[in-house]
């Protein structure tokens, strides 16, 4: 990272994970790897201390460890290949209409495919008591990055674009859903939203049958329940973007 890029991301202090209240989850691609000698990994270990660790049993949709050369930056990332996901359990950061926050850095973003693109979902279904992030939709939802339950609010913006990298924000504070990109808020919807926490959490790809997979190099994870203050979310990305952009 450029010493300027630095100097642009003072305007906002940042605050690691662990000095904001709420840290439900903590996945970073520079701790916790269990991976094997072709770098496919099999588990994802939490470092929030919670224990809400992600696995993946199958080698065939196992993220691949990528070095820390990887986009000229200095720490390694996990691929996302358009087939890979990771799970979590019968877990899941809030239930009913309990406010809650995730950030994920993401240093190399593809869309592929013709329907969402999953970064993190959980619930009871894909349609129904679900929430999570994706990076696309399609008609009749038609916006190209957009946070929600599966059919993210499609009252969403349908004009917000998708960088090539990014720290991407969503946040739900009833009634109030929220995507940020890079520190800026770029729409909100009020969607009805009546998630259920115990039945599946995913990483890659939506809960039910796994598909709709995520296409991305992602660095780091960060969920809070309940949602911090948009001041500490601020704090955060700008943590995320220090290391990862």
């Known amino acids: 990272m450029s010493q300027g890029k630095r100097f642009l991301l003072l305007d906002v202090a940042a605050k690691t994970p662990t000095q904001v209240s709420g840290l439900w989850q903590w996945l970073k691609a520079d701790a916790g790897i269990t991976k094997d000698g072709s770098d496919l990994v099999s588990a994802w270990a939490d470092q929030s201390g919670n224990g809400r660790d992600m696995t993946q049993a199958t080698g065939a949709n196992q993220p691949t460890w990528t070095a820390a050369s990887s986009f000229d930056g200095l720490l390694p990332t996990l691929d996302f290949d358009g087939n890979d996901y990771m799970d979590g359990g019968a877990i899941g950061p809030a239930a009913t209409t309990a406010s809650r926050c995730i950030i ?48 993210w609010a499609s009252g969403m913006a349908d004009d917000v674009a998708a960088p090539s990298s990014g720290v991407f924000t969503v946040y739900f504070n009833n009634p109030t859903d929220t995507l940020r990109i890079n520190r800026a808020a770029v729409c909100t919807a009020t969607p009805t939203i009546s998630t259920v926490t115990n039945v599946a959490y995913r990483l890659g790809a939506r809960v039910g049958a796994p598909d709709e997979y995520l296409n991305a190099f992602v660095g780091e994870i960060l969920v809070y329940a309940p949602a911090p203050s948009v001041a500490d979310i601020a704090a955060l990305e700008t943590y995320l973007m220090n290391r990862w952009l």
């Open 104 to 151: 994920v850095a993401m240093p190399s973003l593809g869309i592929s495919g013709s329907g969402y693109n999953h970064v993190l979902h959980y619930g009871a279904d894909q349609t129904g008591q679900a929430y999570g992030m994706t990076t696309r939709g399609y008609a009749p939802h038609t916006i190209t990055v957009g946070p929600g339950n599966h059919y």
